[in-house]
């Protein structure tokens, strides 16, 4: 599990259960914590568009053995009319080296579909 952290403070976590490897890209569900109440009346979004997301960008992605995705663009979205309808959080640009180590799984997942003998 990652905690999701905004100047410092936890305001969500995610499993990062989806990933492109070839692009350093890890997705997943995002699951706000107590504190995410007050990050999101406090801070303004980075986006927003007529559809109803919201998007909060300049985000740290930091797993429980205190391993952060530096070089990653972590960015918080918000869906639906009532802004809580579904969350989701990505990790953009993870820069190869690391997405190995931390996401193995996602490395090997990539390459059984897409190796030769498949």
């Known amino acids: 599990m990652f905690n999701i952290i905004a100047n410092g403070t936890v305001i969500g976590r995610t499993a990062f259960e989806h990933g492109d490897a070839p692009m ?9 914590v107590e504190d995410f109440a007050e990050f999101r009346a406090t801070t303004p979004m980075t986006r927003q568009d007529d559809g109803g997301v919201c998007v909060w960008s300049n985000l740290v992605a930091m797993s429980a053995e205190g391993i952060a995705l530096d070089g990653a663009t972590v960015t918080v979205f918000v869906f639906g009319p009532e802004l809580s309808e579904e969350m989701e959080v990505t990790a953009e640009g993870i820069p190869s080296p690391l997405y190995e180590r931390v996401f193995a799984h996602h490395v090997q997942d990539y390459e059984a579909r897409f190796s030769p003998e498949s």
């Open 24 to 32: 350093g890209v890890a997705f997943g569900a995002f699951l706000p």
